[in-house]
């Protein structure tokens, strides 16, 4: 029905390009740009007029300018602010630490639900040019394969890296050739996820709050204790 089909419909995603400033102040723990570690997953705060700074995760970094991507909502503040904007328009921005650590290994496990990969797109290209990993494998969920993007950046990671980076993805709204079907379990991490050794296995998860907390306790319930299995663990103040 009609209800059905607007549910899946596919959202816009966008990607804007904004210059760093030359000669920025900030003040803790706000930051400069520049400053922002991309394999670190810190994040940009965009101010947006008559509402709250809105967290978002950078999709590239350079010298001078730097990327966010972004789903366009169907009436979101945020995002509709931010699809508004005109080449030359100016927003008030700045960089936040997320405050986590590197706890490298053998093998890594990304958890990637939805526009999460905007996040989680930067660090696994960092994992897989630092060497510490033998493995990464990327689980991508999402609803519908339409809701899915970058297919040409994960390709060229692939022809970089070959068998290093392995990319599986799991749709919940339809049913595809070499997709997997359903929602993220238990089961389905154990399937995806198989370390040489489980000692040596890392992850991170990059979604929604909920979303990287049930992802976390799915893995601590097949054998992967946290903080010792985070990739990028929290460092405690």
């Not at 978002?56 to 503040?77: C, H, I, M, Q, W």
């Not at 970089?160 to 709204?173: A, M, N, T, Y």
């Not at 997709?179 to 296995?201: D, H, M, T, W, Y």
């Not at 990287?212 to 990028?232: F, S, T």
Request: charged share 25%; hydrophobic share 40%; glycine share 8%.
């Amino acid at each position: 029905n009609d209800g059905n089909r607007d549910q899946l419909r596919r959202l816009t995603v966008h990607t804007l390009t904004f210059a760093i400033p030359d000669h920025p102040h900030y003040e803790e723990p706000a930051m400069c740009h520049s400053k922002i570690q991309l394999d670190l997953g810190d994040i940009v705060k965009m101010v947006i007029p008559g509402y709250k700074p809105k967290s978002y995760s950078v999709s590239d970094l350079r010298a001078d300018e730097f990327d966010v991507t972004f789903k366009v909502y169907p009436n979101g503040r945020a995002s509709g602010f931010l699809d508004s904007l005109k080449v030359g328009d100016c927003i008030q921005s700045f960089g936040k630490s997320v405050n986590r650590r590197r706890n490298p290994g053998k093998f890594v496990g990304i958890i990637s639900f939805g526009v999460g990969i905007t996040e989680g797109f930067p660090i696994i290209k960092a994992e897989l040019e630092k060497g510490d990993a033998e493995q990464v494998v990327l689980l991508w969920a999402a609803r519908i394969w339409g809701d899915t993007f970058w297919h040409d950046k994960l390709d060229g990671l692939k022809q970089q890296h070959g068998e290093k980076l392995q990319v599986v993805f799991i749709l919940s709204r339809e049913q595809r050739d070499g997709c997997l079907q359903g929602r993220i379990s238990p089961e389905i991490l154990e399937q995806v996820f198989q370390p040489v050794n489980k000692e040596e296995a890392r992850f991170l998860s990059v979604g929604t709050k909920e979303m990287m907390r049930i992802a976390e306790e799915m893995l601590v319930k097949i054998g992967y204790d946290m903080p010792m299995h985070a990739l990028l663990p929290k460092i405690k103040v």
